[in-house]
Every structure is written in structure tokens, then in C-alpha cells.
């Protein structure tokens, strides 16, 4: 997708998009979630709180799967507060 059309996506100019891509400038969080959705991500994952491109947690883990994204870090980080592991 071009800058342009992800700018006619989210309703800003293109030389916001290039702005933001270069850093030199950060959109609104109203921006972010428009262009989660243009992009089909989640804003946790634009803003870099998860490598999941999907979310957090995208959908239930299975049996005997680690949970993904942010929800099983902190899932984790609280069982070693507990002393579990």
C-alpha cells in the first residue's frame, strides 16, 4: 500500500504518513487506530507493545500452548512473583 492510499485511508495528508515514517513527527492516538484498522493490526502492535501483529492475544491458546503478546508476559511476570514456575 502507498503512502497515499493509506493516507486516503485514514483521512490525513500524505506527508503525515512520511512524517511518521521518518520520525519526525507521531500521529494522535484517534490516527493510530485508524491506521490499525487500514493496516489490519492491533495499535498494541503499531506502537510496539507486541510483535504480534494480531494482538496481544489473537485467539485462545490450546491446550498446552503458551499464551501470546502482552497478556502472557504479564501472565508470567506475575508467576514469578508467586514463586511459581
Do not use: C
Not at 487500514?38 to 495499535?43: D, N
Not at 492475544?57 to 511459581?84: C, F, I, L, M, W
Request: net charge positive; no cysteine.
Amino acid at each position: 500500500m502507498s503512502q497515499l492510499d493509506l493516507a486516503n485511508k485514514v483521512g490525513v495528508r500524505e506527508k503525515d504518513i512520511s512524517r511518521w515514517e521518518n520520525n519526525h513527527n507521531e500521529p494522535r492516538f484517534a490516527v493510530i487506530a485508524k491506521l490499525a484498522a487500514a493496516l489490519h493490526v492491533t495499535t498494541d502492535y503499531l506502537t510496539g507493545a507486541t510483535d504480534v501483529a494480531g494482538g496481544p492475544v489473537d485467539r485462545a491458546p490450546t491446550q498446552g500452548e503458551e499464551p501470546q503478546g502482552r497478556a502472557g508476559a504479564s501472565r508470567r511476570r506475575g508467576d514469578r512473583r508467586s514463586g511459581k514456575r
